[in-house]
């Protein structure tokens, strides 16, 4: 198996779905970080099969709240001296701006080009989401991220 | 307090609010003289970027017997859409000249973005597919007036469920009153979104069943709300050929149906009614056009801090 280096300040961002990585390494703008960062694709996992892992060496912001949108099964572990000093665990946010665009053509987000395009929570047991705009509903962590 | 807010779906308002506005609309309809000066020196804007005749009308008429005055566009073609302009570059200029804006745009949430840009009210005149408060305002006043309130009423909608806006704010408004139950009268292509079922329905507690035949549950309703199936809401003509005459009300249909039986319809209609159901009694659609003046009259008075 690869082997990555442990890292130590920084955050492991574990248990992706197998194939999300690039869309978050992207998301997260890290194919422009100055610092040290791995995305490892296909890690045997016993839970999921196969996973993909990003490893950041450096204590960035993240808006965790998009990740849960995202993939709400994603851990986040928090990096200091080499040992885990804090484990975040993802949940759904109730409103996400800009992550997904609305697919409905009769929506005033399809023309007005400037508008943010944010959607609600609004069935959190079915990760369901309403664009603010038109109502057309979404689930979250399905679709292109924007 | 309604001052200076703006309303884009039913549910802006709250209960107490539309019984506010509804007796207010029952006391103009009463003495329209008192009222008559209550808007003096108040401009309503009328942008209509789709074509409407009764519902600009009725707005621009609310305005005009409330003593005010109006300036607008009745299409697209007049506005500066047509060069390109942002709908928020419109709003703030528009908010600039005056009281009060109606608007109606194809594009569902344009009214949300228009109130997201203007410091004067904005009223959601219809949104594309998806909401037409100052209708279901009308319908509200059309029930109450006729059937004395709001709980404990089977109500049918009937036709286009799924492109009908006017169907969609009165199915929303109608959920917050006890005991209301809702029948879905259409083709299985034309069937009410699904967030209305999930999201309104279901939520509210609302009993609700989907039926295909109108004469099969004709008998068990206290209102009947019937659509038209528009045209311009389909993308291609042959699915409206094939669907247009799918649910029309005659006199054979109306025989099942139970006395106190109210036939509303938020009109232009095509053939889903036949003409000879006008003379029955039950059918209340031109009574709910007039309503529907005095429901937009009552709304403007209070938004704009007239009364």
Known sequence: ?146 | MLKGRHLIEPADLSIKEIDEICSLAEQILVDPAAFADVCRGKILATLFFEPSTRTRLSFEAAMLRLGGSFLGFADAAASSAVKGESLSDTIRTVASYTDVIAMRNPKEGAALLASKYSDIPIINAGDGGHQHPTQTLTDLLTIRSIKGGFNDLTIGLCGDLKFGRTVHSLAKAMSRYQRVKFILISPSELQIPEYITSQVFKRSGIEYSTEERLEDVIGDLDVLYMTRVQKERFFNEQDYIRLKDSYILDNEKMKLAKKSLIVLHPLPRVNEIAPEVDDDPRAAYFKQVKFGMYARMALIAKLTGAI
Not at chain 1, 68 to 81: A, L, R, S, W
Not at chain 1, 104 to 117: D, F, L, V
Not at chain 1, 123 to 143: M, Q, S
């Open chain 1, 1 to 146: 198996m690869l082997n990555v280096d442990t890292i130590k300040n920084g955050i492991v961002i574990d248990h992706i779905r197998a194939g999300s990585g690039p869309r978050i390494f992207a998301w997260l703008g890290l194919d422009k970080a100055d610092y040290c960062v791995a995305l490892i694709m296909n890690v045997p996992s016993k839970t999921h099969g196969r996973k993909d892992i990003i490893k950041i060496d450096s204590i960035i912001n993240i808006d965790y709240s998009v990740l849960g949108f995202i993939d709400p099964n994603i851990t986040i572990n928090v990096v200091v001296e080499e040992r885990i000093t804090k484990k975040i665990n993802l949940t759904l946010p109730e409103r996400v701006e800009n992550v997904i665009s609305c697919k409905n053509p009769r929506c005033i987000t399809s023309t007005e080009k400037y508008i943010p395009h944010v959607f609600k929570l609004v069935d959190k047991r079915r990760a369901e989401y309403c664009c603010e705009y038109c109502d057309e509903l979404y689930r979250a962590g399905i679709g292109e991220v924007m």
